[in-house]
């Protein structure tokens, strides 16, 4: 059964990299782009709110994916 019609599996299957790119292959993205010194300050401040926002929705993810996954009795 795929992950998506399985809360129980998609909770297992749960990784860091979840469907975006993890932060620290971003990360070092950015400093492998050698880029301008205003062009890296706006660029880093773009990966800060990337990585709060990345961190906070796998949170979300899994408190949805763990209500799921209980069984329907303990709902």
């Known amino acids: 059964m795929a992950y998506h019609y399985d809360p129980q599996q998609a909770l297992e299957e749960l990784t860091e990299d979840a469907h975006l790119p993890n932060p620290v292959h971003v990360r070092d993205m950015i400093f492998r782009a050698r880029l301008p010194a205003g062009q890296a ?29 209980q069984p329907a009795a303990r709902r």
Do not use: T
């Open 41 to 69: 300050l706006e660029v880093d401040r773009d990966f800060e709110s990337y990585l709060a926002q990345f961190g906070e929705l796998q949170k979300l993810g899994r408190r949805i994916l763990e209500r799921l996954a």
